[in-house]
């Protein structure tokens, strides 16, 4: 007898149900942890884009998605999610849902939540909801916080009718 022979071992098999080989499984997998969640309703999800250390964009920039800048950037940018990494730069102004920095920004800041990591540097006003900034992180302007619209009508003052 040869090594590794299945003679006079009988496997069993159902014939009468046929598989095939190349088939997706019935159901959907199951998520990754690595996955990145779902932005919010009614927004699909996107890849982020990568602008690379060694480019530089003259002009201004606009996506739903996340961005990952890690060149240069002279011109304003609308993002979702803007991440700047150590050697980013951003010339202009900045609008997105939520801001990352590590590198330099020269220009103003529009943000729901803004982070400035101990290598940021920002010359420029940030409006914002959230600010953190951590400990070495350098910012020149002005912090504003966002006024919601219906807290900044209780607060104004209502015109009594004349008799």
Request: some cysteine; aromatic content about 2%; hydrophobic content about 40%.
């Amino acid at each position: 007898m040869r090594c590794g022979s299945t003679a006079g071992r009988r496997t069993p098999t159902d014939s009468s149900r046929q598989v095939p080989m190349f088939s997706k499984p019935a159901r959907s997998p199951a998520p990754r942890p690595d996955a990145p969640e779902s932005p919010g309703l009614g927004r699909k999800a996107i890849a982020a884009s990568l602008i690379a250390e060694n480019v530089t964009i003259a002009g201004d920039l606009a996506s739903d998605g996340d961005v990952q800048l890690d060149g240069v950037l002279r011109g304003d940018l609308r993002v979702g999610r803007l991440t700047i990494g150590e050697s980013g730069q951003v010339e202009g102004a900045i609008e997105a849902e939520a801001v990352d920095i590590r590198g330099r920004v020269t220009g103003s800041i529009t943000a729901q939540s803004v982070r400035l990591h101990a290598s940021a540097q920002v010359l420029g006003d940030i409006t914002h909801t959230q600010l953190a900034v951590d400990a070495g992180a350098r910012f020149e302007g002005r912090s504003l916080r966002f006024e919601a619209p219906a807290a900044a009508l209780l607060e104004a003052p209502v015109a009594e009718p004349a008799e």
